[in-house]
């Protein structure tokens, strides 16, 4: 808190499968078929039930601004900042109205309005954005920024929308070799469709048992 102002809280949302996918959930991006990946489209035949569908645009309705990496942003701007249709459904307007920020080196003309870049030294501009009054920081997609922030304990809450769905390959969200983390559970809901919502915390580091 700064003067009775609460500051920004940067919160993650991800779709993964049981075994931790992410990439390729939709199937329709480039993104999606990189490295031969051809099992894109693992969410599509998953329709959210009223409870999910609503939870995320609720959530998305609430940010105080939105950070990408740069293959999510331009996923995004070129659906949801283009497509007239995706433009008007609540989703699209929160993201129209709100202050978009796209952590990139290379990224020097964006043409989706409301958006800045961040280069250079990306945690202390992420630290400038938290130490702003304003709700949450949301992180949507963006599975290699979203790693780099648990890496350098920036994240401080995280939702992850499980498709009841075991891909078997392809990019996860938690790579098999990487920082270990104690989670708090805040919140757990499963809708008509099959599909849960889990929103964590990050704890600290997890105990272990020693013989």
């Known amino acids: 808190m700064e003067n009775g102002t609460e500051i920004m809280k940067l919160t993650t949302m991800t779709q993964v499968s049981v075994d931790g996918v992410m990439q390729g959930n939709g199937g329709a991006t480039e993104e999606d078929r990189r490295s031969g990946f051809e099992r894109g489209g ?14 995320i645009t609720q959530t998305y309705q609430r940010a105080g ?60 501009a992420v630290g400038d954005l938290k130490a702003r009054p304003g709700g949450e920081l949301q992180v949507h997609g963006s599975g290699a920024l979203i790693r780099w922030l648990l890496e350098h304990d920036l994240v401080d809450e995280m939702t992850l929308i499980t498709v009841p769905v075991v891909v078997g390959q392809s ?41």
């Open 65 to 124: 601004a939105f950070l990408f990496g740069r293959l999510t942003y331009e996923a995004f701007a070129g659906t949801w900042g283009a497509i007239a249709g995706m433009r008007a459904h609540p989703i699209g307007m929160a993201l129209a109205q709100t202050p978009k920020y796209v952590a990139s080196n290379t990224l020097t003309d964006p043409t989706w309005p409301g958006t800045n870049v961040l280069s250079g030294d990306l945690a202390a």
């Open 42 to 55: 693992w969410a599509g035949p998953r329709v959210f039930g009223d409870d999910t569908a609503a939870f």
């Open 171 to 211: 990019t996860r969200l938690f790579p098999g070799n990487g920082p270990d983390m104690a989670l708090a559970l805040v919140d757990s809901r499963a809708d008509a469709n099959g599909l849960t919502t889990q929103v964590y915390r990050p704890a600290g580091r997890p105990q272990y048992t020693t013989a």
